[in-house]
């Protein structure tokens, strides 16, 4: 298997971060999870260590940019960093599962 970068850049909002392992890591560390932090209304999600941590929040903190609305260049992000993301599911992925999956 192929080794990960440590770096990852994100343009948003017209500027580019530099996105790092430790960064993040650092950020989840002063961040509260998200099951302690009660809901944010954000619909991604990214498992850093142990903790479930809101994408926009763990951007900020990690890069001392704004709270990013625009989430995609942040995900891809730490998804080619190595850390698992997940999406809270609506009524209609609920009730009918992935569109590609439908048959």
């Not at 580019?16 to 993040?24: G, I």
């Not at 990214?46 to 609305?69: C, K, Q």
């Amino acid at each position: 298997m192929p080794a990960r970068p440590t770096t990852a850049p994100v343009t948003t909002g017209g500027a580019t971060y530099d996105l790092t392992r430790e960064a993040v890591e650092a950020a989840a560390s002063r961040l509260l999870p998200v099951h302690q932090a009660g809901p944010g209304g954000a619909e991604w999600y990214v498992l850093v260590g142990g903790g479930l941590h809101y994408v926009s929040d763990v951007f900020a903190e990690a890069t001392e940019g704004p709270r990013t609305r625009d989430v995609k260049a942040v995900r891809d992000a730490l998804d080619l960093l190595g850390f698992p993301l997940y999406v809270r599911a609506d009524r209609d992925l609920i009730d009918n599962g992935i569109p590609a999956h439908r048959g």
